[in-house]
């Protein structure tokens, strides 16, 4: 089509129909849960870093991903079928569909060990409540981890460059002041396992000259600490929480605030995924 006026701008405007995407016709069947799904492993391919993305890229190429002895594919043990029909969704249109009744927890694993981004851009549910929970437990997870490299773990460090086996930790707020008198620390026994001294309250006077300091005490969390095994004694390093058995250190981590965060069934269903028609097609055997 074209059109334009003598003298002025050349409007030819070309107008070509959309061209479906190309099938590669080479289709492999997975087994997921007992239900066999047909789909063209170029669907996985285009997203190299998810798990199905590597193995039917140049994994398969190389024979890392083997099928079984009818040449079905049999992944995602511990997925549920009607988790991975969603699963294929983000594959086709790269949305994650989650339908009533599905669980969004579920949804969730599924998409962590299939390494598939799971955000609110790439998730769409009805069950908001459910999804913001899942975005919850991520921030509090990642508030987890930056206070974890910049406070627990340069504390642990230093306690076991000293010699310790274990630590207690107690997280104090920007408005705590730590002053201790050097001549009369506060007692850091077990009864003291609850609350944290801070600072001189009073000095009492005994008989014989001997005097007492007074400190005053806030409830702050603790965190305990142990990174080798007693029993039997073990040399073996391992990260575990333990009560105590000695007088520990009491390391004052002071940031921003306490921030805490076989068989094969026999299928029911062959399902087969199709780019340029709808997206399942149950064929009942």
Known sequence: MSAGAEGGADAT???RPTQPRPLSHDRVTLVVD??????DPAVFTAYPDTVLGRMFGRARQHSFT???SKGEYEI????GASIFRV???YYRVGVLQCPEGVSVAE????????CI?????TVRCRDLSALLHELSNDGARRQFEAFLEEHLVPAMVSSAQEGERECRIVVLTDEDTVDWDRDNPPPMGEENSQSYPTCKEKVKRRSGGKSEVIY????RPFIQLSWEKEEGKSRHVDFQCVRSRSVPNLITAVGEGPTWPGATPTPQVDELDRLNGPPLDVLQQ
């Open 216 to 219: 005053s005490y806030v409830q």
């Open 87 to 89: 699963i294929l969704d």
């Open 107 to 114: 949804l969730r694993e599924a998409c962590d060990y299939l």
């Open 13 to 15: 405007k070309e107008v």
């Open 76 to 79: 995602a043990e511990g997925i």
């Open 117 to 121: 981004n799971f955000d609110y851009n």
């Open 34 to 39: 007992g239900t066999h799904f047909v789909v």
């Open 66 to 68: 083997r099928p079984n």
